[in-house]
């Protein structure tokens, strides 16, 4: 069965970066999508963007543009999300999710949603 | 960034019951939206995608419609199970963007 499976708790100062895991197993790790959401405590969930596991292009959320950085290892089906210069509001759950992309028009597909990490809490205080 | 509002924020049912929840885009986003169910302490869980498509798995109790920016979630017989906060999500538009949510309550 499919399982996407997250690194552990994190710690960190503020101005520090941290690195979330997500193990993928389960399926053809190149024929999806991950995408990356994030929830503060009591908030919405919030979307940080995706990484084509396939050919390895990212599209960010431009509010954490340059800050945030996908990367994968299709040997290792894992996938990467790299966030720095960490401030207090990047206190979250961060999840990782695979994306199918579905019913493409010329321009534009439906994104599903099969799969879900089980979520990594990072934790930004001095 | 497109601004997406559910309605209502919060709501209380009794099991047996069939809640609808709205979820309205600031612009047009076809039918580019997804709904998912979220229980405390878990990952979502995607319901719907493409407005009305049900994700496999989905018991059909659950059902999507809209178009445009005026979107429904409607949960039909609601079971303990179901009792949960349930969030839309536009993709048709960078950055994409969820709802605040809705929590569905046991009356």
């Known amino acids: 069965q499919v399982q996407l499976v997250q690194s552990g708790t994190e710690v960190k100062n503020p101005g520090a970066s941290v690195k979330v895991t997500c193990k993928a197993s389960?399926?053809?790790?190149?024929?999806?999508?991950l995408h990356w959401v994030r929830q503060a405590p009591g908030q919405r969930l919030e979307w940080v963007g995706w990484i084509n596991a396939g050919n390895g292009n990212t599209e960010y959320s431009q509010r954490l543009q340059g800050r945030v950085t996908f990367t994968r290892d299709t040997s290792a089906s894992t996938a990467y999300m790299e966030l720095s210069s960490l401030r207090s509001e990047d206190t979250a759950v961060y999840y990782c999710?695979?994306?199918?992309?579905?019913?493409?028009?010329?321009?534009?597909?439906?994104?599903?949603?099969?799969?879900w990490g089980q979520g990594t809490l990072v934790t930004v205080s001095s | 960034d497109i601004q997406m509002t559910q309605s209502p924020s919060s709501l209380s049912a009794s099991v047996g019951d069939r809640v609808t929840i709205t979820c309205r885009a600031s612009?047009?986003?076809?039918?580019?939206l997804a709904w998912f169910q979220q229980k405390p302490g878990k990952a979502p869980k995607s319901l719907i995608y493409a407005a009305s498509s049900l994700q496999s798995g989905v018991p059909s109790k659950f059902s999507g419609s809209g178009s445009g920016t005026y979107f429904t979630l409607t949960i039909n017989s609601l079971q303990p199970e179901d009792f949960a906060t349930y969030y839309c999500?536009?993709?048709?538009?960078?950055?994409?963007?969820f709802g605040q949510g809705t929590k569905v309550e046991i009356k």
């Open positions: 389960g399926y053809t790790f190149t024929q999806y999508f």
């Open positions: 612009q047009g986003i076809i039918n580019y």
């Open positions: 999500l536009q993709y048709n538009t960078y950055p994409w963007t």
């Open positions: 999710a695979r994306v199918a992309p579905t019913d493409c028009s010329s321009t534009h597909c439906h994104s599903r949603f099969d799969d």
